[in-house]
């Protein structure tokens, strides 16, 4: 059964929103899906993808992005992702996601990965 989880439970600023809206009206997709997956220096990676079909799983969680469009997250990456927050932020060396994740013991030097 699919399931949406309260912004209380992770975090997306108007900034964040806007761009993973932005992106997902470039790329023509209904969904962004967001996965923690094994790998990168810190043993998880953080994973932007779109799911094929826009499809929401079974046992997905989703976050409404505007009422028609959501961020997914897997049933396996839920946990370690669970009360996270994310922000877009600009730097004089780029722009980018930044994913503030309270489950990270720790994170590596570049925060694409992290150890749970």
């Given at each position: 059964m699919n399931h949406q989880i309260n912004d209380s439970n992770i975090t997306i600023t108007d900034r964040a929103r806007d761009y993973l809206l932005s992106q997902m009206n470039k790329s023509n997709k209904m969904n962004v899906l967001l996965q923690a997956k094994g790998g990168g220096c810190?043993?998880?990676?953080?994973?932007?993808?779109y799911p094929e079909n826009n499809e929401i799983s079974d046992n997905d969680t989703y976050?409404?992005?505007?009422?028609?469009?959501?961020?997914?997250?897997?049933?396996?990456?839920?946990?370690?992702?669970?009360?996270?927050?994310?922000?877009?932020?600009?730097?004089?060396?780029g722009?980018?996601?930044?994913?503030?994740?309270?489950?990270?013991?720790?994170?590596c030097g570049c925060g694409e990965s992290f150890s749970a």
């Open positions: 810190a043993g998880f990676k953080y994973d932007w993808s976050i409404s992005l505007d009422g028609n469009r959501y961020l997914i997250i897997d049933s396996f990456s839920a946990f370690k992702l669970f009360g996270m927050s994310i922000d877009y932020v600009e730097k004089l060396s722009s980018s996601l930044e994913l503030i994740n309270p489950n990270a013991k720790s994170i």
